[in-house]
């Protein structure tokens, strides 16, 4: 039987079908055996990025908790020591004014009178002292102010002035200005600020 030129072609063209799909198969079989392989590598470097991942974002997650719990600290604290001010401020007024109308008291001039005493008793018999006093004690006790001193003192080694800003109390200071005393109702109302300070932080602390 004669082999036809057509016989050749589609023997050739048969064969080099097979081969190129053997060398497809082999192939095919080492990209899967390779895949295969890399599989569980690729799965565990995947599981690894995803909790990195997960750490990573509950580390942030944590600093911005934290960020956020420190400002929340902050603002609250600012805003303690706002109120504990205005607080502060209120009750200081209200105990200047309470001051103030005890200025008009009898009570107060005896106080007034026994704070004059307890300063003069500080300077020496032959100093000079200048004794300031607030302006309503200076034009209503004028007498009284002047009659204490002279127990202690005589006429030409004091003078009295006044002080607008005083609320009442004495003031005294020697002629050469090294001693001071200073027994004035402002000092003694502004040495309870920090008393007031502290007892209305410990009560704003408590209601937060």
């Not at 295969?36 to 470097?45: F, P, Q």
């Not at 990195?52 to 420190?70: C, H, L, P, R, Y």
């Not at 706002?82 to 309470?98: G, N």
């Not at 005890?102 to 004059?116: D, R, S, W």
Request: proline share 0%; with cysteine.
């Amino acid at each position: 039987m004669s082999t036809t030129i057509e016989d050749k072609i589609s023997l050739f063209t048969k064969v080099l079908i097979e081969r190129i799909e053997h060398d497809f198969q082999e192939k095919q079989k080492k990209l899967v055996d390779y895949y295969e392989a890399r599989k569980s590598d690729i799965i565990k470097d995947y599981e690894e990025r995803k909790r990195a991942a997960v750490n990573d974002a509950a580390k942030d997650a944590e600093t911005k908790k934290q960020q956020m719990i420190s400002k929340a600290k902050s603002t609250m604290h600012l805003a303690v020591l706002k109120k504990r001010h205005e607080f502060t401020e209120r009750i200081m007024d209200e105990v200047r004014e309470r001051a103030r109308a005890f200025t008009n008291t009898e009570e107060y001039v005896e106080f007034l009178k026994e704070a004059i005493k307890k300063v003069s008793v500080r300077f020496s018999g032959d100093s000079f002292v200048n004794y300031i006093f607030s302006r309503n004690d200076f034009e209503n006790h004028r007498e009284i102010i002047l009659s204490t001193i002279k127990s202690f003192r005589d006429e030409n080694t004091f003078k009295i002035e006044s002080n607008d800003s005083m609320i009442g109390g004495v003031f005294a200071k020697s002629g050469d200005g090294r001693l001071e005393i200073d027994y004035t109702v402002n000092t003694t109302i502004e040495e309870s600020r920090k008393m007031v300070g502290e007892i209305l932080s410990l009560r704003l602390s408590e209601g937060c």
